[in-house]
């Protein structure tokens, strides 16, 4: 099976919701302590899944495209000496598009990265500034043109569905997005959470979220223009060439083993739940105490798998078999799907099921939050 890293640097460059300056400014000065650190962390997960290839490696959180690259390749050594690569191996970083970041890009191609995703987030100014984000457009193309030269496959997200977002507005958006020849989009709608700025702002009167069915609207405007541009949904909210989806993100969608270091990184593996220590300098304890960040590690019962494993397989364009999945987890496909409602759904288009093969549909799509919500059976939700 599958075997992927994730491996979380949770440094940003100004303030965030997640990490503060004053640990960044920190790890400038401790790159020793913070490479001993994951390396240890690496090595009690290499342990556990011996003999397991990696087939793709992903480098996120606050700002991974700034961590010194030859840690990063001290980082990817190891972790092929440890596990071993299969070949053509998918190793992402996550970057955003300010000059700053950009300027990382040249040596963080020689230690090793071969795919960039970069949060572009909208191409206009006015956009950005209302996201909250630091840099514009002028700064996010350049930086896209950059990775573009260096990197042989580069994504780069949009979020839509934004407060007064026209269906005109955003195919003009879209269409340029498409215009500049990547072999992936990740295209988000905006949510607004609740504790954001977003929420505050919502509850305050000064913005209004974009209503439903405006945002199915937008969704299937979506699907239709990405698939005449060539890159159509594979996911529901990713969309590529063929041949070019995030090996990475398959592997969670398709419920394989991913092991996640670094503070704050989430794990599945071996039927196991990790979660590492999300404030730095907790990690780095923990690391000295017992040379790995995990904070908390659960067994999951067959039914947790299960139900994950439906939730995520669902949202993508080739479905799941319900017969094998229930066999993997010793169930039977109707503990995994409700029969009746998998009857209804199909019959009015929202799903399409040959026997074998269950996926929802382009017209089930917009709506594919209610219907995970409706097919996975209560029995199994509760076991």
């Known amino acids: 099976m599958a075997l992927a890293l994730y491996i979380h640097w949770p440094?940003?460059?100004?303030?965030?919701?997640?990490?503060?300056?004053?640990?960044?400014?920190?790890?400038?000065?401790?790159?020793?302590?913070?490479?001993?650190?994951?390396?240890?962390?690496?090595?009690?997960?290499?342990?556990?899944?011996?003999?397991?290839?990696?087939?793709?490696?992903?480098?996120?959180?606050?700002?991974?495209?700034?961590?010194?690259p030859a840690l990063v390749e001290t980082l990817l050594n190891e972790a092929k000496r440890l596990w071993g690569?299969?070949?053509?191996?998918?190793?992402?970083?996550?970057?955003?598009?300010?000059?700053?970041?950009?300027?990382?890009?040249?040596?963080?191609?020689?230690?090793?990265?071969?795919?960039?995703?970069?949060?572009?987030?909208?191409?206009?100014?006015?956009?950005?500034?209302?996201?909250?984000?630091?840099?514009?457009?002028?700064?996010?193309?350049?930086?896209?043109?950059?990775?573009?030269?260096?990197?042989?496959?580069?994504?780069?997200?949009?979020?839509?569905?934004?407060?007064?977002?026209?269906?005109?507005?955003?195919?003009?958006?879209?269409?340029?997005a498409l215009g500049f020849g990547t072999s992936h989009l990740s295209l988000y709608q905006l949510t607004i959470e609740p504790g954001t700025r977003f929420a505050t702002l919502v509850r305050e009167g000064k913005i209004a979220p974009l209503?439903?069915?405006?945002?199915?609207?937008?969704?299937?405007?979506?699907?239709?223009?990405?698939?005449?541009?060539?890159?159509?949904?594979?996911?529901?909210?990713?969309?590529?060439?063929?041949?070019?989806?995030?090996?990475?993100?398959?592997?969670?969608?398709?419920?394989?083993?991913?092991?996640?270091?670094?503070?704050?990184?989430?794990?599945?593996?071996?039927?196991?739940?990790t979660i590492r220590h999300k404030k730095p300098e907790n990690y780095l304890r923990a690391h000295a105490e017992r040379r790995h960040g995990i904070a908390e590690e659960r067994a999951l019962t067959p039914s947790d798998q299960a139900m994950e494993a439906v939730l995520m397989g669902l949202r993508l364009t080739e479905g799941i078999e319900p017969v094998k999945l229930a066999a993997r987890f010793g169930f039977t496909g109707a503990d995994l799907i409700d029969p009746a409602k998998r009857q209804f759904y199909t019959s009015i288009g929202h799903l399409a099921d040959n026997g074998a093969i269950l996926l929802v549909t382009e017209q089930g799509a917009p709506l594919l939050e209610a219907l995970l919500a409706e097919l996975v059976p209560d029995t199994l939700v509760s076991a």
């Open 11 to 68: 440094f940003c460059l100004a303030k965030c919701p997640y990490c503060d300056f004053n640990s960044h400014v920190r790890a400038r000065t401790d790159i020793e302590a913070w490479e001993a650190a994951l390396l240890a962390d690496m090595r009690h997960e290499a342990a556990l899944t011996a003999n397991r290839p990696l087939t793709s490696i992903f480098f996120g959180g606050g700002t991974p495209s700034l961590m010194p």
């Open 211 to 273: 209503d439903d069915d405006a945002a199915a609207d937008l969704f299937t405007l979506t699907r239709e223009l990405t698939t005449a541009g060539g890159l159509p949904a594979y996911e529901t909210s990713n969309h590529a060439r063929p041949g070019e989806e995030s090996r990475h993100n398959l592997t969670y969608w398709r419920y394989q083993d991913y092991v996640g270091i670094g503070p704050g990184a989430h794990g599945r593996r071996l039927g196991m739940a």
């Open 85 to 176: 690569f299969t070949p053509g191996i998918e190793i992402t970083l996550e970057a955003n598009p300010s000059s700053v970041e950009a300027a990382n890009f040249a040596a963080l191609c020689t230690a090793g990265i071969n795919r960039v995703s970069l949060g572009l987030q909208a191409l206009d100014d006015n956009t950005l500034k209302f996201l909250g984000r630091l840099h514009d457009v002028k700064e996010s193309l350049a930086a896209l043109e950059l990775a573009q030269r260096l990197f042989s496959r580069v994504s780069f997200d949009l979020i839509y569905a934004r407060p007064g977002h026209t269906p005109e507005a955003w195919e003009a958006e879209l269409k340029r």
